[in-house]
Every structure is written in structure tokens, then in C-alpha cells.
């Protein structure tokens, strides 16, 4: 605008002012008139942060970014990478690759990846330290598949009151895919874990500028290898049949069913059996949840340093209204039908039930097929507001394991584990 | 003019200036110039060797307007060494205590290399313009 307005002569720059009051008298035009026949501005841009209230939105804030492999998501972070992926890409029940969300941790991460000479190591406490290529991973073991939900930790971050800092994440740190690889086990039975063993800790290329030593170098994970989650995790190269995008963990990355995913380390390269605890950052300080129900607790008792910390293991569960999501009107009298998804890492879900009175009372929802365990499970109903009028529209999922999805909010320090009940505001015009 | 005044008040006249104001009343139409008028450009296709490279050239580097004040300069030289100062707009805005543990935390758990009274500067920096009694943007 400065240089455009410089390089203008003073006739132009006459004629320029000319039309920009025009401009202005249109947009006011426009203003009252939207004031008068209360006329949106369908596509007006988003405020750029929310807070110090809850994020009322479905999404964060962010505007859209194209990264590589990708398509247009929600920018939280540029480096480290941290994309969200939007509300509708959730209408199908595996999210496409391209629309996948990421979540580095650090800014030193691969662009390229050379398959001559990477490997994926499995060392420490085993008898015969093993260096496999990827021809190696897709020739020398069985392919298993399996459809799971990946959730960061952080998911729905910006609801908690008071806020905490972090990602800022809206409903969009999720993902569901089927994962093809090998089980881990299988690799680690190969180079034959020695007995007295504890750990096995996990590391990909998520790797900082920190000093040597800390959590901004290097990030790691572990997880006790009688952990029972550790049978059913598999080494994936496979992301709903193709290669994974490189910002997803080309070449494979480990899928931890029912974990968060912390634990499903991006790009790993690194397998490591320990014979003592794992006191690396990432596993003794961070990604910790209050021993608590629900893992929730006060800011205050935080402070009064009463709060003692696990770490964070499965996912609570989730259900989530996908469409209508509000952005249309619905005349009175018209059947819709109100579509989402659910999942839960402590088991199966088996029924998810809607509200259209905020939360007083409930109908079962009609299930989608069953994609396995940890996948997310799609859900629908029927749905017709029968008066003109504003519905908030509630829904709540349970697992076969009887855990039903609350309707109390959730706070700790890290901002892990929301899973209160979600609800949509929908509004019902006049037919006639 | 008259004339065309006649021609509006005969019953054919009525009819035309009716149905145009039912027109009008069913839809408002001709609208453009929405406030979010903006794109982002397609990515052309990458073109690939087939080698063991897998390359998918640099992430776009999307650093925000910080808010103009004493210490952004230290925040530019300091915090975006290992991070984009967009960790700092993305956040919500909060309270002087936060920040003072953030910038506590960046030094003593993740080593960042800033001296005490350039972490006192960036502290204010972050304090006084992105907390929930100032942040504008």
C-alpha cells in the first residue's frame, strides 16, 4: 500500500481516492444493509487468536497453509510443523493422508529422507543389535493391517478454562487410517531382547537445535515392554495404502492402538531396549496427566504441588458432530440427517446418542460398520427441528468397557484428555 | 414522464412493479466483495527421480508480526532459534506469570542460550503485549 501509493501521480492518486470513497460508501451501504435484513458476511475471516475464554470454534483460529504432500490445513505452528486438519475432512471415517494433521515437536526435521542409507535400528539390550532397510521391513515380515485412531495429547487444547499454553489445537489433532506394516514384537523377537529388560524407547528424526542432553535435541518415547498395548503396535510403511506423507513419518512410524500419539513416533529409526527407567524428558516431565479421575484437577492444587503425575496412556472417549455444522440454515420441517464419528481407546464404542436439547434428553444414534477396535466408528440420525428456533445439538459416545463420555470439562497443566460431551448450535428458519 | 406514469398505474403497470418487489423479497442477489477475499496458490506437481531420494524440498517459513515494542528484537534473535515466534502468537492470550514460567522454562529445560537481562526484556516484551489486559492482534 506505501509503495503503491508513492508510485501513483497525483491525477491517478485523485482518481484512487475517488474510488476508494466509493468503495467506502458501497461497504457502508452493504453494512447498514446487512444491519437492517441481518445479512451475514458468510466467508468474513475468523478472529486471529482466542482467549482468555474458551476457543468457541470447532477449529483453532489459524489461517490455511499448503505444506508439502499436503492440502490446505490449519496453520498452528510453521516450525516446529503443527497443522490441523479441518471439520469436514472428518465426514469420511479413514481422514485422507493429505489432510492428516501433523505435530513435530522440534524444527530440525527430515525434508528428505534417503532410503540407501536409512535404517531402522533395534539396539540397547538385545542379543543381536538388528539395522533394517524398508525392503528389509516389506520382505522379511508378515504385513499385518489395522485401522486406528492417531490423537494428539493436546486435542481440543483451546477449550480449557483457565487456558494453558501449548498447541492450541481445536477438534482437528485426530485422524483415523489404516495402518499397514510389520508388529513390532516381530522385530524385536528378531534381535532378541535380553532378560532383566524394562523399557523399549522409541526414536524418529524429530530432532532441535537444543543442547545435547535435553528435550530440544532429541525426542523419545518409551513404553514398559509388558505393556499390552505393545502386541497390537506395528511398525507401519503404509497410510491407507500409500506411503506416508514425509511430514506424517515417511518412511514408517510406529501406530500404537488406542495411545495417544505421543507414543506414535514419527519416522522412527530407533528402537532401544533399556534396562532402567526412561528419564528423558519427554517421558519423565513431559506429556504427564495428573493420577486423577479423568486426569483432571485445579490450577490451585498444581500450584500447592499436590498434584502427582502418570504418564499419559489411552484415550478417553470422544464422539463428534460433523454435519450439519452450523454453517447453513435449516428450514423448520425438514429432515436432515446429523452424521459423525466416535472412538475410544479403552474399547469398542457401542452406542452414541444425540441430544437436541442441549443435553436433557437422549436418543441412540444409528452406528456405522465396525472398522475394528480403535478406529473411529461413524454414526448417524435422523433429524428434523419441527419449530423455527435455535437447537444445540449434543452428542455422547460409550465403549463396551462402560465408560460413557462426561459432561464435566477437564483441566490440567498440560492440557490433556478433554472429552466433555461437544455441542453444535443449529438454527431453524421459517419454511413459510 | 407523464406519460410513463400512466403506463404504471394501469393494471398491467401494477402487476410488472409487483412481481419486481417479489422478486427482491425472495432473494438478494448481485452480492460481491466479501471481507475474506483472499487464496492460497496450488502446488505445482513435484517432479521425482526414481532413486532412494525421497525429497519434499523446504516447509514454507509463515513467521507473524509481532507487536511493535521494546524486546521484540531480542525475541526475534532469541526464541526463533529453536522455534517460529509463532508459537507466541498462536498462543491464548496470558497472564504475567505464564509467561515468566514460559520464558523460565525455554532457559532452564531446554537450554536456550539467553542471557538473564535479555530474558528479563523478553519477558516484559511478552507480558506487556500478549497478555489478556493488552494483546490487540
Known amino acids: 500500500m506505501e509503495r503503491m501509493t508513492r508510485n501513483i501521480s497525483r491525477r491517478n492518486a485523485l482518481k484512487f481516492l475517488g474510488a476508494a470513497s466509493g468503495g467506502l460508501a458501497l461497504a457502508n451501504w452493504a453494512r447498514s444493509g446487512r444491519a437492517s435484513a441481518e445479512v451475514p458476511d458468510g466467508a468474513k475471516p475468523l478472529e486471529s487468536f482466542t482467549g482468555p475464554g474458551a476457543n468457541p470454534h470447532w477449529n483453532s483460529v489459524g489461517p490455511y497453509v499448503m505444506e508439502p504432500q499436503k492440502a490446505p490445513l ?22 485422507p493422508n493429505e489432510a492428516f494433521y501433523v505435530r513435530w515437536h522440534l524444527g530440525e526435521i527430515p525434508n528428505s529422507v534417503d532410503l540407501a542409507e536409512w ?16 525392503s528389509d521391513l516389506m520382505e522379511k515380515f508378515k504385513a499385518v493391517s489395522l485401522a486406528a485412531v492417531n490423537q494428539c495429547s493436546g486435542n481440543s487444547r483451546s477449550r480449557m478454562q483457565p487456558r ?6 481445536g477438534n482437528g489433532a485426530m485422524g483415523n487410517a489404516m495402518w499397514t506394516g510389520v508388529r513390532l514384537r516381530e522385530l524385536l523377537d528378531a534381535a ?35 505393556n499390552a498395548a505393545l502386541d497390537d503396535t506395528i511398525v507401519a510403511y503404509l497410510m491407507n495404502g500409500e506411503p506416508l506423507p514425509v511430514l506424517n513419518g515417511f518412511p514408517v512410524r510406529l501406530v500404537v492402538p488406542g495411545y495417544f500419539s505421543t507414543y506414535w513416533t514419527k519416522s522412527v529409526s530407533w528402537i532401544r531396549v533399556l534396562e532402567t527407567p526412561d528419564d ?17 484437577t485445579t490450577p490451585e492444587d498444581v500450584k500447592a504441588g499436590k498434584v502427582k503425575t502418570i504418564p499419559i496412556g489411552r484415550m478417553p472417549v470422544r464422539s463428534f458432530l460433523i454435519s450439519p455444522d ?23 464404542v457401542v452406542k452414541v446418542e444425540i441430544s437436541d436439547d442441549g443435553g436433557s434428553n437422549w436418543k441412540a444414534a444409528e ?33 463396551e468397557k462402560g465408560n460413557v463420555q462426561p459432561d464435566e470439562p477437564v483441566w490440567n497443566a498440560g492440557g490433556y484428555l478433554w472429552n466433555k460431551i461437544e455441542r453444535q448450535e443449529l438454527v431453524a428458519g421459517k419454511a413459510n | 414522464m407523464k406519460k410513463r406514469w400512466k403506463i404504471a398505474l394501469t393494471p398491467v403497470g401494477v402487476a410488472i412493479t409487483l412481481a419486481g418487489g417479489l422478486v427482491f423479497a425472495q432473494m438478494r442477489s448481485g452480492s460481491y466483495g466479501s471481507s475474506n477475499a483472499t487464496n492460497i496458490e496450488q502446488a ?9 531420494k525421497y525429497d519434499v524440498g523446504p516447509y514454507p517459513s509463515l513467521t507473524p508480526e509481532l507487536a511493535e515494542g521494546d524486546g521484540r528484537q531480542e525475541v526475534q534473535s532469541f526464541c526463533a532459534i529453536c522455534h517460529s515466534t509463532r508459537y507466541i502468537t498462536m498462543q491464548p492470550p496470558l497472564p504475567a506469570a505464564t509467561w515468566d514460567a514460559e520464558v523460565s522454562k525455554m532457559i532452564k529445560t531446554y537450554g536456550a542460550p539467553i542471557p538473564e537481562a535479555t530474558a528479563k526484556k523478553i519477558t516484559a516484551y511478552l507480558q506487556g503485549h500478549y497478555a489478556p489486559e493488552n494483546r490487540k492482534e
Open chain 2, 44 to 52: 505445482a506437481a513435484p517432479g521425482f527421480a526414481p532413486d532412494a
Open chain 1, 192 to 226: 532378541g531382547v535380553k532378560s532383566g529388560s524394562a523399557r523399549v524407547q522409541f526414536e524418529g528424526l524429530d530432532t532441535g537445535a537444543g543442547p545435547k542432553g535435553l528435550g530440544s535435541n532429541r525426542f523419545m518415547k518409551s513404553l514398559d515392554l509388558t
Open chain 1, 119 to 134: 535404517k531402522l535400528r533395534v539396539e540397547g539390550n538385545v542379543n543381536k543389535p538388528m539395522a533394517f532397510s524398508l
Open chain 1, 367 to 399: 452406528l456405522g460398520e465396525d472398522h475394528g477396535t480403535y478406529s473411529f466408528r461413524g454414526w448417524q440420525a435422523g433429524w428434523t427441528p419441527k419449530t423455527p428456533g435455535r437447537y444445540s445439538i449434543a452428542v455422547r459416545a460409550t465403549d
Open chain 1, 164 to 169: 494453558v499454553p501449548g498447541g492450541q489445537w
Open chain 1, 280 to 296: 528423558n524428558f519427554w517421558v519423565k516431565t513431559a506429556y504427564r496427566i495428573p493420577d486423577t479421575p479423568r486426569g483432571t
Open chain 1, 74 to 95: 490449519i496453520l498452528l505452528t510453521d516450525r516446529a510443523v503443527q497443522l490441523e486438519t479441518p471439520r469436514h475432512y472428518f465426514r469420511t471415517i479413514f481422514t
Open chain 1, 326 to 348: 452450523g454453517s447453513s440454515k435449516i428450514p423448520a420441517g425438514l429432515g436432515v440427517t446429523l452424521r459423525g464419528i466416535a472412538f475410544s481407546g479403552y474399547g469398542k
